[in-house]
């Protein structure tokens, strides 16, 4: 059960699962860059077709960073760097508490061997006091030790870059499970607290409003949208910061960051109604349904435009009986007949009113981001820890031989092995000519 048990941790705290874990979530980070996120369900229907707009759903890639399987792989990396730093742990304290004068002089790691005829005396010295190599307390009969090491602390650089990737991981998870995506709608001139979170039935009520002073909509000269640009007021008790959101230049307030992320146009349209014979032009909008003569409500369900006409599509109710009716108001064609058990009804289009804006902000909260630009400023260290402070240990070994001394030079390096030899002639130059 134990053997079993250890062969499974094992498997879960393996090089080749971190690398495919990791390549996973970058896949899901580059879906999550490509993919628009935070838009409606019909938008990636229309957008990217029935068959991938339903994939994009199902795997929730409307809104990745939240998704299970983002989160779920998140967890399984975080094991994974968890379960791989403890296994290599006994070896690095193995490394880190070898003492370095535990070692055969005549078997130095990458050994250069060369006669000395100098004063010994005068080399112990240097060896001491100028190179400031330490003087290992071993017995080698007619031959001293000594011994420097460097950067002892870096064998644990490549655990301070696990450890930020751990960091990361929970700022990651954190704001996926306490943060949020969401979607505001506010008509020019009025205020909103009210931020929709993507996948949640509930909404979100923010400490303060947003109140949207005016939207301004530019387009190039062949009617083309160009940009469209939120003026808004925070407004937070007897607080106010005023703001401009373009697409691409986001505004933060507190810990939440406002998008501008699309807009609509709402327009009032100009009618006339004649009920039994008697004519009267109304205003008619999306807003709010119309009555008439505290008898019938006539409410605009749909509208827009499509080969240069003006459509309407209206539901008018009797009130009395309960009665209704639909139909479509088209510019420029008859006006649509409607008849009731005691009345008759025309409703034709006469032309556009006055147009409302409404701007599209996405509302983003994610606590923990602080705690990711930590994790993100541990492994900058953890890396120039990495490359720059390689743990290396120098050897130099002086015996007496026949009444001759001679030097042997060794030396152990974590990574840079390929240059240790160079640095190893270098060391002797300076024996020389010191």
């Not at 048990?5 to 971190?18: F, I």
């Not at 703001?243 to 349209?269: C, G, H, M, R, W």
């Not at 827009?304 to 003006?310: M, P, S, V």
């Amino acid at each position: 059960m134990e053997g079993s048990m250890k062969g499974y941790l094992n498997k879960l705290g393996s090089a080749k699962l971190a690398i495919v874990l990791f390549f996973l979530l970058a896949g899901i980070s580059i879906l999550g860059t490509l993919i628009p996120q935070g838009q409606t369900a019909g938008f990636y229907l229309t957008k990217y077709g029935q068959a991938l707009g339903k994939l994009i759903l199902f795997f929730q890639l409307n809104d990745a960073y939240h998704s299970w399987w983002y989160i779920a792989t998140l967890f399984l990396f975080l094991t994974n760097l968890v379960i791989c730093s403890l296994n290599r742990l006994p070896f690095t304290l193995k490394l880190y508490s070898k003492d370095p004068a535990d070692i055969h002089p005549e078997k130095l790691p990458n050994m250069i061997k060369a006669d000395f005829e100098g004063n010994p005396d005068r080399l112990k010295e240097i060896i001491l006091n100028k190179l400031s190599f330490k003087k290992a307390e071993k017995n080698l009969g007619k031959g001293e030790l000594y011994y420097k090491s460097l950067n002892k602390f870096s064998f644990f650089s490549v655990y301070v870059v696990h450890f930020s990737l751990v960091i990361i991981i929970i700022g990651a998870l954190i704001g996926a499970f306490f943060g949020y995506r969401g979607n505001m709608t506010i008509l020019e001139g009025e205020s909103s607290n009210i931020v929709q979170p993507l996948r949640q039935k509930d909404p979100v009520y923010l400490d303060f409003s947003v109140k949207l002073n005016k939207f301004i909509l530019e387009t190039y000269p062949n009617g083309m949208i160009k940009e469209y640009i939120s003026n808004i007021t925070i407004v937070d008790h007897n607080k106010t910061v005023e703001a401009i959101l373009k697409v691409n230049q986001p505004f933060k307030y507190k810990d939440v960051t406002f998008y501008q992320a699309s807009y609509n146009i709402i327009p009032e349209f100009k009618i006339k109604i004649k009920l039994n014979g008697k004519e009267r032009e109304e205003t008619i909008s999306p807003f709010q349904p119309l009555n008439l003569e505290d008898r019938y409500s006539i409410a605009l369900q749909e509208y827009g435009e499509a080969h240069g006409l003006i459509f309407m599509k209206v539901w008018v109710i009797e009130e009395e009986k309960g009665e209704s009716r639909e139909g479509l108001v088209i510019s420029g064609l008859p006006p649509l007949e409607i008849s009731f058990s005691e009345d008759k009804l025309s409703i034709e289009f006469v032309e556009l009113g006055k147009l409302y804006y409404m701007t599209g902000l996405q509302a983003k909260r994610d606590p923990g981001n602080l705690i990711v630009y930590l994790g993100f400023i541990v492994m900058i260290l953890g890396l120039v820890l990495v490359y720059y402070f390689d743990p290396k240990i120098f050897w130099i070994c002086l015996k007496e031989k026949e009444g001759k001394y001679e030097l042997y030079l060794g030396g152990y390096a974590k990574r840079e092995r390929e240059t240790l030899k160079t640095k190893l002639m270098e060391l002797l130059e300076d024996i020389k000519q010191i």
